[in-house]
């Protein structure tokens, strides 16, 4: 009889200065549904029953509402009101089970388990870490508002080196025209005084060849012209073997006639002109005919015995000197190169150009180099301009508090890998132990809820997976007094979720509230 007492017996709790009565396992929130003075209705409509059946260990109620403090009920919950710490509902068939759910010991109130009270310790640690934690988002607060403050700073700063380079700019444009224009100035007489000099060049070498082939033509009519009467005959022609067309050996009547195009004797002058461009290329001077053929040698057998005797010698001071010969000694001289034999030969060297002409290529090459070094500025200065106008393009926050992140890179080092987050630019993962690096993602767009969309960023059209799409990460920041990649994960394939803390994610710390139940 003494547990079905126990079970009715109302707890008192101590809300400020008042005491309120209620049934075991009762919040406070629903004290007022069980009052001892009249009957009790479930919480759910289904019945009303005496209040004497609360807690009666039978379950009375659909919901389990008659039975907030027994097991009777497999749907029931069984408040702990935990003083101290931090209220909790049970299931009420964890109620005398022997296990010790609420802190404050009130679920094994008959079930015989050594429970002792840990709720003023577990409150104290919770406040402990509330504490730490409401210093950490006030810090981080004070650190979001100095990157605020730099942001307003950094921006205003960009903005005046945009204008000022876009004004750069204009100027280096019109420097640009200008000595583009000089630029072809400058080249227009450099160009016709080299043209003018290669002229020149091209004629007095002209002229020299011209003089040269003549005096050979008037060297090959004089060879030819044996009976020096001042005219090459048919006969004459004939007489030379070394104009001969078809390779018998001997020139022809007709031969000769088709070289000399006429029967009738050549003087110098029409050799020169009708008969040398027809024979030069089978004329050979007198030095460059080919020597006699040296005479036979005997046979072997009809070797004199002189030159036995020679030989018997010579092989016998190989004997002793063999094996002597040094590298030098090995080396054969070449024979000799007929003239006929060499390579054509190489046009000679423009001569250098006179000082008129080099003082007008000099400021010509003076032009392009100042116009080269004009658009080299021009180049980097629209460079500049164009990072400044997309770094000012961003979306850095409502007051800009994540600029301070952008052209930064911050690495995560696991057992496997290293993960580089750069904010704003991409997410990337490298073997530790070498490989070829995995672009995880580009920067796509912020990406958290509506009311708190600068929580996330998502990043993009990473590398492809193997039959499968395009890797993609997404970025939680979350409030810190320092910047730093806390964890990488990928909770599905080619999905990647990476932490980062951040000052600039810490909003203003909310104001202290202690719980109504503590």
């Known amino acids: 009889m003494l547990p079905l007492l126990l079970l009715l017996l109302p707890v008192p709790v101590a809300l400020g200065s008042v005491e309120v ?63 101290g710490y931090r209220p909790q509902n049970i299931p009420s068939a ?20 050594a429970c002792d009270n840990t709720c003023k310790e ?33 921006r205003q700063d960009k903005q005046g080196r945009l204008g000022a380079l876009q004004d750069a700019r204009r100027g280096l444009e019109q420097r640009v ?57 048919l006969e004459e022609l004939r007489a030379s073997p070394h104009l001969d067309t078809d390779g018998d050996g001997a020139v022809s ?15 110098a002058a029409t050799f020169r002109v009708r008969l040398w461009d027809t024979i030069k290329h089978h004329y050979k001077p007198q030095d460059q005919a080919e020597p006699p053929s040296s005479p036979p040698e005997p046979p072997l057998d009809e070797t004199p015995p002189e ?70 500025a021009l180049k980097e200065t629209e460079e500049s301009i164009r990072a400044l106008e997309q770094e000012l393009g961003f979306d850095f926050g409502p007051q800009g508090e994540f600029s301070y992140l952008y052209n930064q890179c911050y690495e995560l080092s696991t057992s496997e890998y290293i993960y580089r987050l750069c904010p704003f630019k991409r997410v990337s993962q490298k073997p530790k132990h070498g490989g070829a690096e995995t672009n995880l993602g580009t920067w796509g767009s912020w990406a958290g809820p509506e009311h708190d969309r600068f929580s996330t960023m998502k990043y993009e059209h990473g590398t492809g997976c193997w039959q499968g799409p395009n890797r993609a990460t997404t970025v939680k920041l979350s409030c810190g007094t320092e910047t730093a990649v806390t964890a990488t994960t990928e909770p599905s394939r080619c999905e990647y ?7 600039a994610a810490c909003r203003s710390p909310p104001p202290h509230e202690d719980h109504d139940e503590l």
């Open 21 to 83: 009565l209620r049934p075991r396992g009762v919040s406070l929130s629903n004290h007022h549904f069980y009052e001892a003075s009249k009957p009790f209705t479930c919480l759910d409509g289904s019945a009303t029953i005496d209040f004497a059946w609360v807690n009666d260990d039978y379950c009375d109620c659909r919901d389990g509402s008659d039975e907030p403090g027994t097991a009777a009920c497999p749907n029931g919950r069984f408040h702990c009101t935990n003083a």
């Open 94 to 113: 964890h109620v005398n089970d022997g296990v010790c759910d609420c802190c404050d010991a009130t679920d094994e109130y008959n079930s015989g388990a």
């Open 122 to 154: 577990l409150g104290r640690r919770e406040r402990e870490a509330l504490q730490r934690r409401t210093e950490l988002l006030r810090e981080g607060f004070i650190l979001r508002q100095q990157l605020v403050q730099e942001a307003a700073a950094g």
């Open 177 to 233: 025209g200008e000595l583009r224009a000089a630029k072809e100035a400058a080249e227009g007489p450099e160009r016709a005084a080299k043209d003018e000099h290669r002229r020149r060049w091209e004629a007095a070498t002209a002229e020299a060849a011209a003089a040269q082939e003549a005096a050979r033509a008037d060297e090959a009519f004089a060879a030819l012209d044996t009976d020096g009467d001042g005219k090459v005959t």
């Open 253 to 267: 009547e007709d031969e000769a006639k088709a070289l000399l195009g006429d029967p009738t004797p050549v003087d």
């Open 307 to 376: 030159e036995e005797e020679e030989e018997e010698a010579e092989e016998e001071e190989e004997e002793e000197d063999d094996g002597s010969e040094g590298p030098e000694e090995e080396l054969k001289v070449p024979p000799p190169q007929h003239p006929e034999e060499k390579g054509a030969e190489e046009p000679p060297p423009v001569p250098p150009f006179d000082a008129a002409t080099q003082a007008l290529i000099d400021a010509a090459q003076k032009a392009r180099e100042e116009l080269e070094e004009a658009e080299r």
């Open 497 to 503: 979720l990476m932490e980062l803390v951040t000052p």
